[in-house]
């Protein structure tokens, strides 16, 4: 016998008798062991496997699933019928994102494939890794039942993931409406809030005149999409124009603004004034569904200025707000620019870019 315990040389084997079972050993059973036999006169205990994503091999947080194999085992043992339920998740953008830097180590990007051929390469990688995902859970011993394994993209799956939405929709649990997301343009996908990664940095403020104002924005570009200006009820200064409607000669003509009153107007920031842009900030978003303000699309999901912005159209927001910005002072719009104001600003946890709401 050997001095060491080697558990390669006996765990495999083990697995693959409490997997298949083993009549001959007199273990009573042909079928795995991991498998339960329905028995509707006792409680089942189930737990669904946290699928793994199928992008990656597995790693050291994953065998934390241990503590649901104790339990698994605790009930099996009591005599419940006891079901532990694997599979593997394609986890979609996830999943193109962990494909997509694979193709930047070879000097490749998605947009040198064909749609089709580009969905067969990454579900390809997909398999593989489902593969080996399957193996490292055989590995840790995880008493699942692999008769009823599941991936998230089988047609099964997929047709009943619709038929939930659809039953979601009947239900009147689900409405299409349109709403401000963070967006990344160069990802071509939207973000939760909790998705979205606020980093500090430092930006010009500038100070533009509207009208009887002079108001403070990070991002003049946006002003097209303005559709009120707004203050904080309370600000003495401003007393006399809530409510009016203020005209001035922007860069594209005539601009007409109404003057809002709301709490969340912060009058130390700046001059106390704000534009509202409702399509372009989530802040202003709010504004315009408390006051019904029309919201006006100027940046483009692919991250250029819409027919909106008139002659500025097709620009990219950089370059966009530098034109904007030179055109302001020549005309004698800009009354000044602070020049290191730090903000936040929600960015692509993916590739970094900022994100426009
Ligand atoms: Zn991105």
């Known amino acids: 016998m050997d001095k060491a315990y080697i558990p390669k040389t006996v765990e495999q084997d083990v697995y693959l008798l409490w997997e298949k079972g083993s009549p001959s050993l007199g273990y009573g059973r042909a079928s795995g062991y991991f498998t339960p036999t329905i028995n509707l006169k006792k409680r089942p205990f189930s737990i669904l496997l946290p699928l793994p994503n199928a992008n990656d091999p597995m790693h050291m947080g994953h065998a934390m699933f241990i503590v649901q194999d104790i339990l698994i085992r605790y009930h099996r043992m009591k005599g419940d019928p006891t ?64 008769t009823r394994y599941h991936y998230s993209l089988e047609p099964k799956i997929i047709e009943q993931v619709l038929k939930t939405f659809v039953k979601l929709h009947e239900d009147k649990l689900l409405y299409r409406a349109e709403k401000l997301v963070n967006y990344c343009t160069k990802c071509g996908t939207s973000f939760s809030d909790l998705e979205v990664k606020h980093v500090e940095q430092i930006d010009k403020l500038y100070y533009m005149k509207y009208g009887p104002f002079i108001l403070a924005t990070t991002r003049p570009e946006t002003k097209f999409g303005d559709t009120a200006v707004a203050v904080h009820p309370k600000d003495k200064r401003y007393q006399e124009w809530i409510g009016k409607e203020i005209e001035f000669e922007g860069l594209n003509g005539k601009v007409k603004l109404t003057v809002v009153a709301d709490d969340v107007v912060d009058p130390a920031f700046g001059t106390g004034v704000v534009k509202v842009t409702p399509a372009h900030d989530m802040t202003d978003y709010e504004i315009g569904i ?36 030179a055109d302001l002072t020549a005309r004698g719009m800009i009354d000044h620019i602070d020049e290191a104001y730090v903000h936040s600003v929600g960015t692509c946890y993916k590739c970094g870019t900022i994100l426009e709401p």
């Open 83 to 146: 079901l532990w339920l694997p599979g593997g998740d394609h986890a979609g953008i996830e999943t193109q994102f962990v494909f997509e830097k694979k193709l930047a180590r070879e000097g490749k990007s998605r947009f040198d494939y064909d749609r089709d051929t580009l969905y067969k390469m990454i579900a390809e990688f997909v398999d593989a890794n489902k593969n080996i995902n399957r193996d490292q859970m055989k590995r840790l011993g995880f008493s699942l039942d692999w």
């Open 290 to 325: 408390r006051h019904k303000l029309p919201m006006k699309q100027v940046i483009g999901l692919d991250g250029k200025l819409t027919s909106l912005a008139g002659p500025y159209a097709g620009l990219r927001v950089k370059a966009a707000r530098e034109k904007v910005v």
